[in-house]
């Protein structure tokens, strides 16, 4: 029940910045689309400015390449549903006040 509290916080607040709806089905993981003409590594960066302080994982760095040379974790963040209901709502905050500003 907390997983989906938390889960359904950070949705939120993605959708609100107008980033498109990650929701899984059931994972302790939530895997973000990042942002146009933003790659994996930079929105992570993003996430860790000091105004934001998320922590996520860049898709690209979890993911291997497939035959054709593609990384299909690129273009994602996954972030781990661990950290508290309260801890996630504080995070959730933060990337709605401070995104919606840079996106």
């Given at each position: 029940a907390e997983y989906k509290i938390k889960r359904d916080l950070l949705v939120k607040a993605f959708k609100r910045i107008k980033l498109p709806d990650c929701t899984p089905?059931?994972?302790i993981y939530l895997w973000q689309k990042?942002?146009?003409g933003m790659t994996s590594v930079g929105f992570a960066?993003?996430?860790l400015s000091p105004d934001?302080?998320?922590v996520t994982t860049p898709g690209a760095w979890i993911s291997d390449k497939t035959?054709?040379?593609l990384n299909p974790g690129e273009g994602y963040v996954r972030f781990?549903?661990?950290p508290s209901v309260k801890d996630t709502r504080e995070a959730a905050r933060r990337i709605k006040k401070i995104l919606r500003k840079v996106l």
């Open positions: 089905e059931a994972t990042v942002p146009q960066q993003r996430l934001i302080a998320v035959e054709n040379g781990a549903l661990v």
